[in-house]
Nanobody, 115 residues
Framework: QVQLVESGGGLVQAGGSLRLSCAAS????????MGWYRQAPGKQRELVAA???????NYADSVKGRFTISRDNAKNTVYLQMNSLKPEDTAVYYC?????????WGQGTQVTVSS
């Protein structure tokens, strides 16, 4: 069974930075697209950023120029570097991965940005 374990969330002041990590473990034949989603209280879960196996990326308009997604295929890990954080970035951030065509989610990590 494949698991995704996130780390790196926390409390930061507006304008600060955080780096999230998500490591996949278990029996992994092929790790395809990986991404980060977030869900704020009372809102739907939304895509923040995604990256495919070859490194092509896409971002939500709200984070373009501030967030950077990257991955290390040798470590089965995806990262999200978040700079210039804003209070509206406050949410639970979830890692998602296509593992051999199986959709897998992490447990989520809280990011809180204070004004």
């Amino acid at each position: 069974q494949v698991q995704l374990v996130e780390s790196g969330g926390g409390l930061v002041q507006a304008g600060g930075s955080l780096r999230l990590s998500c490591a996949a473990s278990g029996i992994i034949f092929r790790l395809n697209a990986m991404g980060w989603y977030r869900q704020a209280p009372g809102k739907q879960r939304e895509l923040v950023a995604a990256i495919n196996r070859s490194g092509s990326t896409n971002y939500a308009d709200s984070v373009k120029g501030r967030f950077t997604i990257s991955r290390d295929n040798a470590k089965n890990t995806v990262y999200l570097q978040m700079n210039s954080l804003k209070p509206e970035d406050t949410a639970v951030y979830y890692c998602n991965a296509d593992v051999s065509l199986q959709d897998v989610w992490g447990q989520g990590t809280q990011v809180t940005v204070s004004s």
